[in-house]
Every structure is written in structure tokens, then in C-alpha cells.
Nanobody
């Protein structure tokens, strides 16, 4: 079992930046591909980004490509999402997720955090 706790959400103006963190515990962090997802009010949860176990590979949703950067520090059991040039449409609850996979999954994650709210004002 892996426990995940997100932090770093908040209220920011359009054009601003935030960095989300996801702290993991319970199992060997480096065995898990990690991902970020988000869910806006009244919408389905959607994929944002994923990073490979070693951190060498990552993929992004088209809507965030060039603005968001996913990274991880396996020594600290922590994953990050640096969000720049934020837009009001980025407003959502952001979730981190883990999956014991050698690839970069965009779905089918096994473990989830409780989420952190990001609100971008116009």
C-alpha cells in the first residue's frame, strides 16, 4: 500500500505560478510511476501529467504542455508539479496517483491522494 498526500494548492491570479507536492509513504517510491490528475466542478477527472519511475521520462496533456512541469525526487519520496502561466480553466482539485508500472500510464492508477484545491482567478 502507498499513501499519498498532496500539498501546495491555493488561490492565484491568472498568469501566476504554483508548485504542488505529493509526498509518498508506505512502499518503495521508486517502484512506482506517478501521475497528476485534476477534476473541475461538474467535470470528469482528467489526466494532467505522468513521470516514470526513475524520472527520466514524462508526458503531458495537451492543455498543460509547455506550462506545467512534472518532476520527482526519489530520495525524498516526493513528486512535484510546477504550474506556470496559470489560467482560470486550470481551476480544479489536483490529485496525485501511483502505479507500479515501468511505463507512463495515463490511466489505471492504483493509489490516490486526497487532492488539493487550485483556484485561478481572472
Amino acid at each position: 500500500q502507498v499513501q499519498l498526500v498532496e500539498s501546495g494548492g491555493g488561490l492565484v491570479q491568472a498568469g501566476g505560478s504554483l508548485r504542488l507536492s505529493c509526498a509518498a509513504s508506505g512502499r518503495t517510491f521508486s517502484n512506482y510511476a506517478m501521475g497528476w490528475f485534476r477534476q473541475a466542478p461538474g467535470k470528469e477527472r482528467e489526466f494532467v501529467a505522468a513521470i516514470s519511475r526513475g524520472g527520466g521520462y514524462s508526458i503531458y496533456a495537451d492543455s498543460v504542455k509547455g506550462r506545467f512541469t512534472i518532476s520527482r525526487d526519489n530520495a525524498k519520496n516526493t513528486m512535484y508539479l510546477q504550474m506556470n502561466s496559470l489560467k482560470p480553466e486550470d481551476t480544479a482539485v489536483y490529485y496525485c496517483a501511483a502505479k507500479p508500472s515501468p511505463s507512463l500510464p495515463v490511466s489505471g492508477y492504483d493509489y490516490w491522494g486526497q487532492g488539493t484545491q487550485v483556484t485561478v482567478s481572472s
